[in-house]
């Protein structure tokens, strides 16, 4: 069964200064690996995916992740947080082997304080 | 813009009183995902259809039906809410399957509280 996994429930770093949110993932078959950010009270928003290729993926507002096959990590990092990205951090995984559904990771919060 | 919405964003319905969750898209996307979230935890998977195939989540209540009555509409039926209901309930959309390297797209979704 796949599973995902969201080592820190929260990450506080000051606006300015580079942020990374911590993935890692079990699988049977090639990865699929998914970021979504949630703002609150709404629903999860997508950020990037890595399906195969470059193992560095960027995405949407200055976002990117790292694939990293032999520690089967999927970070997201940013250079230069700003406030406005304190938000949930959702990492999921799906994977080619069959019909695998999206799992979840339980999220990390992430406070960029000014 | 293309989009998912849900209606109604705010939902409070008395313990056992049915209540029906909907949502719509614009994106014509093959597969439409009922999710299930508590207290800022992991979207739970209820149930997904792909075109009109229904596949329904193991452990998801019977108390939880959905109808798909055609590619942009797809509605949530919760027979007898009871308190340990009450969640953000969420609509997403994919083009194609998840196992297929899609990815999906999110509504706002309705908050439901029974009382």
């Given amino acids: ?114 | 813009d293309a989009m998912v919405i849900q209606n109604p964003r705010y939902q409070v319905t008395q313990f056992g009183k049915p209540v029906t969750l909907s949502c719509s898209q614009t994106l014509n996307h093959n597969v439409m995902y009922w999710y299930q979230q508590k207290s800022s935890q992991a979207p739970k998977l209820l149930f997904h259809y792909y075109d009109k195939d229904f596949n329904n989540e193991a452990d998801t209540p019977d108390n939880f039906q959905s109808r798909r009555p055609n590619t942009s509409f797809c509605f949530l039926d919760i027979r007898s809410p009871g308190l340990g209901d009450a969640a953000m309930y969420l609509c997403a959309t994919s083009r194609d399957l998840s196992g297929r390297a899609y990815e999906q797209y999110f509504g706002p979704g309705t908050r439901l509280t029974v009382t």
């Fill in chain 1, 1 to 114: 069964a796949q599973s995902v996994a969201q080592p820190e429930d929260q990450v506080n770093v000051a606006e300015g200064n580079p942020l990374t949110v911590k993935c890692t993932y079990s699988v049977s078959g090639n990865p699929y690996l998914f970021w979504y950010v949630q703002y609150p009270n709404r629903g999860l928003q997508f950020l990037l995916k890595y399906i195969t290729g470059d193992n560095l993926v960027k995405g949407s507002y200055g976002f990117e992740a790292e694939f990293n096959k032999s520690q089967t990590s999927f970070h997201l990092k940013k250079p230069s947080a700003l406030v406005s990205d304190s938000a949930l951090y959702f990492c999921a995984v799906s994977s080619d082997s069959g019909n695998t559904p999206l799992v979840f990771g339980k999220g990390t919060r992430l406070s960029v304080i000014a």
